[in-house]
């Protein structure tokens, strides 16, 4: 069974203007939110923050989790 990706207008996903957002808030770079993403066990990279912000990226449902538990907010904030 082949997984179909939908885009949201232009974008793969609908939180990567929040995850940039919440990135900046806090002065992070691209580099450092993927070293917190893996230091908590998830397999990102700067070039995955970067696609996932500009919308050239999907991002499963258990990445949002991840994305969420390192900024320290609930998944319903990333998906307003």
């Known amino acids: 069974m082949a997984v179909k990706i939908y885009w949201h207008g ?15 808030e806090r002065g992070w770079t691209q580099k450092h939110l993927a070293e917190l993403l893996q230091l908590a066990g998830y397999d990102f990279t700067d070039l995955t923050v970067l696609r996932i912000e500009n919308g050239t990226r999907f991002v499963p449902d258990y990445e949002v989790k991840a994305l969420a538990e ?10 307003d």
Request: positive net charge.
């Open 70 to 79: 390192v900024f320290g907010v609930q998944y319903e904030t990333l998906l």
């Open 10 to 24: 232009d974008s793969k996903n609908i939180i990567g203007e929040r995850i940039r957002a919440l990135r900046t």
